[in-house]
């Protein structure tokens, strides 16, 4: 048998905010006639906010999935909304979630250092694409650099290092390539890859303007209509009691920083700062790269065209910083491009500049901490050491992602990646390498072929079509960061030149190639013939021919660096 004996709180829907207080112990059961008008009050005044918003009466479960759709800007305003959904656009689930998005390899569990999520949230925004896209790659001069971006939570920092490489194995190997008359000493290449952890590029602590006063909590609902002792009211004119008081504070609007100044180095009087970049428009970017855009520096745009991007910024590595202009740098939030960033640096030097200054004390002892005389005698005018400080040898730093979807390998596409390369007395380098594929024609099998073999002759097809470039993310004076380092035109048939029958190399495909050579400065540059030996999708070599030498590259697992130590 039914019961329909089930309290009037229990038929409201869940989420709503509407909430019944319990009758304070001691008092009548019976209710009395004011009683029955207050909770007549709160029904009518429920049933007016279910009519108002038809959101709230469904199921909290399915509203939490409505809002995980959300922006964190819409996600903000639909918490200001009503007490109800104040709670629910405010869930540390949802707000935990957001934050995951942005920190690749790594589980988000602690919202240190600040309370909530939220506020963790919005204390790294809009710098959280830093440690989303993961790698950043400079031109700071001719040789650039290299950085992987992370948030390490033990600190709740955003930071970057640079990525160094060095090879651990110094011995040769001959190899007598067919067709060649003379051998050739093959260079060893074991390469130790690590995070230059000394001396940190990025470190952007929570947003120091980012605080929370002690005594900003925030009243959100009751169902009384009473003043409340602090006098604060919610959108619907309804009060808190101490007991329905949300832990939870509210967001404190802080104003967006084009540039921020970043932790002191410890290196003597080295001072950086993080600038917000904004992107070139398509009639600025004619106009400033008139002329430059078809050689390098390709009027110093970044990344340079060898690198796909929707959008570039203008670049300074190889100019004075007054090159920048206002409109190079992003002055609001809807200004700020998440494909680059800008790192500034320079010299800070305290000097004393002796002023005349009437003090009481004697000439003998100066605190150079205080700047005042350490034992004061009598008065008398004086020449007093005042610090003063100058700026010099500044230098700015223009850095782009890459995305993850260009350097992620594919089964089609296994040679596609990041890699370390052996680049002989300029020691190592980084290099992109990406796949150019045209569609593949329908492979059909022969007659008498089995089914081992035509699975292999359609997976070498797959596989072995189109062009493969290699791009410098890190250069060298000879070739610099953002120029094409090899190419081969084809690895189909058309470039096919041999299977290697020699070790070391045996067993491996040999495609045609083309090498980038220059001169110191990167003038005179040319592409010379030779050889790229696809030995496995994680191990590359390139015969430079008419220099008799053979470099090895090997694949860089970036996500292994995400996760600080």
């Not at 922006?71 to 869930?91: F, I, K, M, N």
Request: glycine share 6%; net charge negative; charged share 25%.
């Amino acid at each position: 048998m039914i019961d329909d004996s089930h309290d009037t709180q229990a038929e409201m829907p869940m989420g709503t905010g509407a909430e019944i207080e319990a009758p304070p112990e001691g008092a009548s059961s019976s209710p009395s006639p004011k009683s029955k008008g207050k909770a007549k009050a709160v029904d009518i005044e429920h049933r007016k906010l279910s009519k108002e918003c038809r959101l709230l009466s469904l199921p909290v479960e399915l509203i939490a999935s409505i809002l995980s759709y959300l922006t964190p800007a819409d996600l903000d305003s639909v918490s200001e909304t009503c007490g109800a959904l104040y709670r629910q656009a405010t869930d540390d689930h949802l707000w935990q979630i957001l934050v995951q998005r942005n920190v690749p390899g790594q589980r988000v569990t602690s919202p240190y250092p600040c309370l909530t999520f939220r506020d963790l949230f919005w204390a790294h925004e809009p710098r959280w694409f830093l440690p989303r896209y993961k790698i950043w790659f400079s031109d700071a001069g001719l040789p650039g650099r290299l950085i992987v971006a992370r948030y390490d939570q033990r600190r709740g920092c955003i930071e970057g290092y640079q990525l160094l490489a060095t090879n651990t194995d110094t011995s040769h190997i001959p190899w007598q390539p067919e067709g060649f008359d003379s051998g050739i000493r093959v260079s060893a290449f074991a390469p130790e890859v690590r995070l230059h952890l000394d001396n940190p590029v990025l470190r952007l602590p929570v947003d120091p303007q980012y605080d929370v006063e002690e005594n900003d909590d925030l009243v959100v609902i009751h169902l009384e209509r009473r003043q409340a002792s602090d006098g604060t009211t919610n959108n619907h004119g309804l009060t808190a009691s101490p007991a329905q008081v949300q832990t939870s504070r509210p967001r404190r609007k802080k104003m967006f920083q084009t540039e921020i100044p970043m932790r002191r180095s410890s290196r003597g009087h080295l001072r950086c700062s993080f600038i917000h970049a904004q992107c070139l428009k398509s009639d600025d970017r004619e106009a400033r790269t008139a002329n430059t855009a078809t050689r390098f520096p390709y009027g110093h745009i970044w990344p340079p065209p060898s690198i796909p991007s929707q959008h570039c910024v203008m670049g300074a590595g190889l100019e004075r910083p007054g090159s920048l202009q206002t409109q190079d740098r992003a002055v609001s939030p809807r200004d700020v491009y998440e494909g680059a960033f800008r790192i500034r640096k320079w010299l800070e030097r305290r000097e004393l500049e002796y002023t005349p200054q009437f003090q009481s004390g004697t000439l003998a002892a100066i605190n150079p901490h205080t700047w005042y005389p350490l034992v004061p005698a009598y008065s008398f005018p004086t020449m007093m050491p005042l610090p003063r400080s100058t700026s010099a040898g500044e230098e700015i730093a223009t850095y782009a992602t890459l995305y993850p979807s260009l350097y992620t390998p594919t089964p089609s596409k296994p040679f596609r990646g990041i890699f370390v390369g052996d680049y002989g007395p300029h020691g190592c380098e980084f290099i992109w390498i990406e796949q150019h594929q045209d569609d593949l024609d329908d492979i059909v099998s022969l007659e008498g072929e089995s089914d081992e073999d035509f699975a292999a002759r359609k997976r070498d097809a797959t596989i072995y079509r189109g062009s493969l470039e290699a791009v410098k993310l890190t250069g060298d004076p000879n070739v610099p960061r953002g120029e094409i380092t090899f190419y081969a035109p084809d690895l189909g048939e058309d470039g096919f030149v041999r299977v290697a029958q020699e070790p070391p190399f045996l067993g491996v495909r040999v495609v045609r190639s083309k090498g980038h050579v220059a001169n110191e400065g990167f003038a005179i540059d040319a592409f010379i013939d030779g050889e790229l030996l696809l030995i496995s999708p994680d191990c590359l070599a390139h015969h430079w021919i008419d220099m008799g030498r053979v470099s090895y590259f090997h694949r860089v697992d970036i996500d292994r660096f995400l996760v600080p130590g």
